[in-house]
């Protein structure tokens, strides 16, 4: 009976850590998506907007009164681009919109007025007296009157060609026009200020209320604001919706946390694991997820892709509610007050320059993680890559990143803990040569002409330039108490994330999205990887100087005295 009961309780966690995997899955698909779909090519545009760079949205674009056979190649790109996106349903195939005119004759709009005119008064003239008179019983000299006035109005009217529906423009430059600046902006602060501003109130919550409600509330908040996206047409209606699920998925992020340490809290080495899988492989795993956005969208549009990604976390927060169970508060999540937190970080800061050290060597990591994340899509959809296609790179990328993401999982957790018994600074080792070796990987992945090489060298930069995040954790970790080492780790990721957001938000302002995306890509995210390898290498010098730096929380926890 016993054997039974221990069985289902090890199903059971495994299910509860399912789960987790999903929302977390959830939460990086709906955080980067944007990435993915920002600057969708529409199919029949590629070969004229091939190597055009433009700076601002289609959206803002007037048609020019010029014939088409006059217009610049930059002209004809937006004239392309700014036709009615009408795309048929996702089951009927993603066929192309047929292609604009390729010659326009120029309109004489004061002959058109002219026409129109003279139809009007050849109309009058044809109906009885009676129907000018009257006010509303003959309709169909109604239904032609109303017609004539639009007829009228289009004559002087602008080309309004460009306005957005439901099922409009591919992508969300054009759709909400967004600048690249404004991208920037949408991706990077405008999500990370408020998580890492709700990542504080989440924690202190999760302390003292039911989590699994919290993580299933935080996830349909989440997913709401995500359908609601498909609603705007301005930066501002984005940024409000961005904040909104930045917010909630702060809350979410710590409610998720605090339960998989207490379900797997009996196993140490069961609980790196899944660690390990929530914090590296379910993000990895939702970027990949994101990237067949691309495929989507060119069947359905934009703002149908958010619509169906918000539906589907809307049923996966009522999983959550009904299936998750609240589970024995351990050590792990013991209640703790905003004050002992505080008081516990300041020691940690206090005796030791390793925490410093390390958050300053996860921010660097971060801010060449979130530019790549960010921006790689834009530069894989306007580099001329020989042999990209939307299709391939959806495919490929969504492998490579969550194959990646598995392998440096497994590379980190042998190496962290293998290492870590014969060296204790090993995680500084590891966290050195990933840098290093990013470097080279980074240069040749942006400077590549060929689509295969550039994905096979982020693919290898993935495995082997990110496999220090558990060994780091795990460090960072002993520097504190068990009992807020998960608030200490929210926190300490909250400073790391708001300064990582600073990649993504320079390049915004630095590049429009044009064809220079790769050199800002290449210098930005190289210094972070010359930064994360000089805090790492402080980082061994502070140990090797002070050992007792790594083991603070033993000294802290009155369970080992």
């Known amino acids: 009976m016993l054997q039974a009961e221990e069985k289902t309780s090890v199903w059971y966690r495994t299910y509860v850590l399912f789960i987790l995997l999903l929302v977390c899955i959830s939460n990086l698909a709906t955080r980067y998506q944007p990435s993915f779909l920002i600057t969708i090519p529409v199919l029949e545009c ?5 190597g055009i760079e433009i700076t601002n949205p289609v959206c803002l674009w007037k048609t020019p009164d010029t014939p088409a056979t006059e217009l610049t190649r930059e002209e004809q790109c937006r004239q392309c681009r700014s036709q009615p996106a009408m795309p048929p349903l996702i089951w009927q ?20 007025v002219l026409q129109i005119e003279q139809k ?12 000018l008179q009257t006010d509303g019983d003959h309709r169909p000299w109604r239904r032609r009157w109303a017609q004539a006035q639009e007829e009228s109005q289009a004559a002087d009217a602008p080309d309004m060609r460009h306005i957005d529906t439901i099922s409009g423009f591919y992508n969300m430059a054009d759709g909400a026009c967004l600048w690249y600046w404004q991208y920037g902006l949408l991706i990077g602060y405008g999500f990370a200020l408020v998580y890492a501003a709700g990542s504080l109130p989440a924690g202190l919550l999760c302390d003292r209320y039911r989590r699994s409600g919290i993580l299933a509330l935080s996830l349909f908040v989440w997913s709401i604001c995500t359908s609601m996206q498909a609603l705007a047409k301005k930066i501002w209606l984005l940024l409000v919706w961005r904040a909104l699920i930045g917010l909630s998925q702060g809350f979410g992020y710590a409610a998720s946390n605090s339960l998989l340490l207490d ?3 009996s196993n140490e080495k069961q609980r790196d694991v899944a660690w390990a899988l929530l914090t590296m492989v379910g993000p990895q795993l939702g970027v990949g997820c994101a990237s067949f956005s691309i495929v989507f969208a060119e069947g359905l549009g934009w703002r149908w892709i958010v619509l169906l990604t918000g539906g589907l976390g809307i049923v996966l927060s ?9 589970p024995p508060r351990t050590e792990w999540s013991a209640p703790c007050t905003m004050a002992v937190v505080t008081e516990e970080l300041w020691a940690a800061f ?3 320059r390793v925490p410093q050290l390390l958050i300053l060597a996860v921010s660097a990591k971060m801010l060449a993680s979130f530019s790549l994340t960010s921006f790689l899509p834009i530069w894989f959809a306007r580099g001329n890559l020989h042999g990209y296609t939307n299709d391939a790179y959806a495919f490929w990328n969504a492998l490579a990143v ?20 014969v060296d204790v600074c090993a995680p500084c080792y590891v966290g050195m040569l990933g840098a290093l070796l990013s470097l080279p990987l980074l240069a040749l992945m942006l400077l590549t002409q060929w689509f295969r090489t550039s994905l096979l060298c982020y693919f290898a930069m993935l495995v082997l330039g990110e496999a220090w995040f558990g060994p780091t954790m795990g460090l960072l970790q002993k520097a504190v108490r068990k009992s807020v080492a998960g608030q200490a780790t929210s926190m300490m990721l909250g400073i790391a994330t708001l300064a990582g957001n600073l990649g993504p938000a320079i390049i915004g302002i630095l590049d429009p999205g044009g064809v220079n995306i790769g050199i800002h890509l ?29 083991t603070l929380g033993l000294s802290q926890d009155p369970a080992a005295k």
């Open 46 to 50: 590629q070969e004229v907007c091939k």
């Open 93 to 112: 195939g993603a066929m192309p919109r047929q292609p604009p005119t390729p010659e326009l004759p120029p309109v004489d709009k004061e002959a058109m």
């Open 120 to 131: 009007k008064l050849s109309v009058r003239k044809a109906l009885p007296a009676t129907a």
């Open 263 to 265: 379900y797997f809290a």
């Open 318 to 326: 009522g999983v959550v509610l009904a299936t998750v169970k609240e």
């Open 350 to 352: 206090e005796k030791s």
């Open 402 to 421: 969550s194959l990646a993401g598995l392998l440096s999982v497994s590379l980190g957790s042998v190496l962290g803990q293998t290492w870590s018994r």
């Open 522 to 550: 290449l210098w930005i995210c190289s210094a972070a990887q010359v930064l994360a390898f000089l805090s790492f290498y402080w980082t061994y010098r502070e140990i090797t100087v002070d050992p007792v730096s790594v």
